[in-house]
């Protein structure tokens, strides 16, 4: 047993004293006391003496403790700050939800002119968009197609000074980098605005670059819904549709609520096939669509918004609506009960206002909120609606779908996401903050006045932010607190 000595001094005092809590007046944590620390303030109760020792053998490199099945305060420190520690459930990290479900069922990782690494007028076009795109899990990938030199149809959002890539060279580009992250399927959206000559050959390029991987064909699926399930098969497929585009001009609200869900885009399964449009206002005539790439859309056909209730009508399964997020704001305010049950059974698409040139995003969260599964945004601009959207899509492994929670999809009552009476027992969260560390040096050298802020993002009557106090003068770089309380509702 080791001798009861004095603990070593450390910046970090507050762990210090989580681990003298249960060393119990030792220099080091004995395997057992690691474990009572374990169950009591990790709340790790599927731990067991194994857990334990695994964690010693981890993260301590002192031969002795070790030896003794015990770890030093360095070693708790290190076990302290690795990823074993982080807040994330870390069996979350491999995909656990049920992916069995109807396609409508889930949120997908969406990306909005995914071919764009700045803004939306002369922003550059470039292949490696789309590999940060999947490789960040995105299961929905937009590509804005215009015909080119040569017979060779071109991606780059149209009417503008952003520079253009070659489209066999996108898809070869997505053929390639598709399934590193998830293997799950991919919805490739395609704006169409190419003549018939050039969509022959976009469709040709689908087929002979992504080859068995592109879903030809309905599937056989089990699901209790009328769409396929995420596991029913790993190919791609397009969505399609002929009617005009999502990129014309916003200038009066009435003209932009005419258009913005007329945007052509297409779907694909591990790759589901595309739905194709062309601009309204650049373009007075609806793209007719070649057979030859209408034949590849199955189950994402594009058709416009008219109202809720003529979807419930007329929209069949396999069919999808694209809405602006102004438009998609205006419905959930006046029927977000019918909009949660509307994406119960189909796919919903929203993307940003053409207003916003610089690419920046909309809050994500509003349009999960009635259900809606593919909420597009620009990847390439940070932020909270990006560190939101990385946030959802960290869950179940990464793998882009995300499945919705029961409320969103239950059929015995009616949810209306903007109302304050759920009749629901809320749940008290209590969190405590320890301290901080790694963080960053200022410029100016100066010392920094930090503290922590903790977000729930959810429905409005979820919606809370809470801080801790500022430490003043932090010199450190790390952040010291006594009892740094959080208390939310």
């Known amino acids: 047993m080791m001798k009861k000595n004095k603990v070593p001094q450390s910046r970090r005092a507050e762990i210090m004293g989580l681990f003298q809590n249960h060393a119990e007046g030792l220099t080091t944590l004995s395997a057992s006391a690691l474990l009572k620390f374990l169950h009591k303030d990790q709340m790790q109760h599927a731990a067991n003496i194994d857990t334990a020792e695994s964690l010693i053998d981890k993260y301590e490199i002192e031969k002795a403790a070790i030896e003794s099945r015990s770890m030093t305060f360095e070693g708790f420190l290190r076990y302290m700050e690795s990823k074993d520690c982080c807040l994330f459930d870390q069996t979350h990290t491999s995909v656990y939800q049920d992916m069995g479900q109807p396609l409508n069922s889930y949120f997908i990782s969406s990306s909005h002119n995914t071919y764009l690494t700045g803004d939306q007028l002369v922003g550059r076009s470039h292949l490696d968009a789309y590999v940060s795109a999947l490789r960040k899990g995105c299961r929905c990938l937009e590509i804005d197609c215009w015909d080119g030199p040569d017979m060779e149809p071109v991606v780059y959002h149209g009417y503008t000074l952003t520079t253009k890539i070659l489209f066999k060279d996108v898809i070869a580009t997505v053929a390639q980098h598709a399934f590193e992250v998830s293997a799950f399927p991919i919805i490739l959206s395609l704006e169409n605005h190419c003549c018939e000559e050039q969509q022959e050959v976009m469709a040709q390029y689908l087929i002979s670059i992504l080859g068995d991987k592109l879903l030809k064909s309905p599937l056989d699926h089990p699901t209790s819904g009328d769409l396929p399930s995420p596991n029913a098969d790993n190919k791609t497929e397009a969505e399609e549709s002929a009617d005009e585009g999502e990129d014309g001009d916003e200038e009066e609200e009435d003209e932009e609520d005419e258009e913005e869900e007329d945007e052509g885009h297409q779907s694909k399964a591990k790759f589901w096939s595309p739905r194709i449009a062309g601009s309204k206002k650049k373009m007075k ?192 770089y790390l952040m010291e607190f006594q009892h740094g309380w959080l208390c939310c509702i």
């Open 285 to 476: 005539k609806k793209v007719k669509v070649a057979q030859a790439l209408s034949d590849l859309v199955i189950y994402a056909r594009s058709v416009k918004f008219i109202s809720f209730s003529h979807s419930k009508d007329n929209q069949n399964c396999y069919e999808n609506t694209s809405i602006a997020e102004k438009k998609a704001r205006k419905l959930i305010k006046a029927s977000g009960p019918d909009f949660v049950q509307h994406n119960q059974k189909f796919l919903s698409r929203i993307y940003p206002a053409g207003s916003r040139t610089s690419s920046s995003n909309y809050n994500p969260q509003e349009f999960w909120n009635v259900g809606a599964q593919i909420v597009a945004l620009n990847f390439q601009s940070l932020g909270l609606p990006m560190d939101l959207n990385d946030g959802r899509f960290r869950d179940n492994g990464g793998c882009g779908y995300i499945l919705k929670p029961a409320v969103l999809m239950s059929s015995e009552r009616s949810f209306d996401p903007s109302s304050s009476q759920h009749h629901l027992k809320p749940t008290h969260l209590l969190l405590k903050v320890i301290s901080g560390s790694n963080l960053p040096v200022p410029k100016s050298g100066k010392a920094l006045d930090p503290f922590v802020r903790v977000e729930i993002h959810g429905i409005p009557s979820d919606s809370r932010t809470k801080n801790t106090h500022t430490v003043k003068n932090n010199c450190e």
